[in-house]
């Protein structure tokens, strides 16, 4: 024991990019906490903010707790998931539809890390059970998630290896970026599918997710392909089709 560990801490910031009132802690919890995610609930006027929790020791979990827009606190952290095995990198976003968070991380609850989720109220209550997003063959990981408000419904992303060599942690040419579907409900809207195969020598990783309100679809980014990195991107429609080509945004030759 080092005698310190990482919190998580807010700060409200206005419109002008002010700061309003004092930093304030959101978890102090034993052992560390990290690697904070927030999405904001336009309803009821308030956040929930998820993190990777390592207060049973060497295990991690997902936790989360609900921050209104003033920075107060209401209720106690939560356990979004303490299943065996570590889960963690989560992210989340808002149904306004529904009035309700889907929180998204990888989870190694079983042999294979997967990408589960999870359904919150603004009360920090669970709604249902952690559901299974994918579980392809080989482990997926870094998910993040996206709400289209026009169909009710996210998009998840995640860097999957169902098509790389048989060690998941070696720098494999066929790390690929996958995604699905999710009804509000926490169902699954038909399976999941590739968005990028990738092109080059190098895996492809660490995918972001937006959604396009007029044009009806999201953008997916990623870096990856080669060394150094470069950023591509690929819009993906409300069902799930990818576009036909990846979209360079960087590459390698600073263009």
Known sequence: DAGFSYDIYGQIVTADGTLSGDNFSITVAAEDQD?????????????????????????????????????????????????VNDQYTASLDYDSANDSFLVVWSDGRHAENHIYGQRVDPLGSL?????????????????????????????????????????????????????QIVNADGTMNG????????????????????????????????????????IYGQTVSSDGISGESDIVISNSEGT
């Open 191 to 230: 399976n999941d599918f590739v968005i990028s195969t990738g092109a080059g020598e190098y895996p492809i990783y660490n995918p972001a997710v937006s959604y396009d309100i007029a044009g009806i679809e999201f953008f997916v980014l990623w870096y990856g392909h080669n060394y150094p990195s470069d």
């Open 35 to 83: 690697r904070p995610k927030a999405a904001y609930d336009t309803n009821n006027n308030k956040f929930l903010v998820v993190w990777d929790d390592f207060r049973r020791g060497n295990e991690c979990d997902i936790y989360g707790r609900i921050v209104n827009a003033d920075g107060s606190l209401s209720g106690s952290s939560f356990a979004v998931s303490d299943a």
């Open 127 to 179: 709604t249902g059970d952690n559901f299974v997003i994918t579980n392809g063959p080989d482990g997926e990981y870094g998910p993040t998630v996206e709400y289209d408000s026009i169909n009710d419904r996210f998009l998840v992303a995640w860097y999957d290896f169902r098509n790389s060599c048989a060690d998941t942690l070696a720098f494999c040419a066929n790390a690929d970026v996958y995604g």
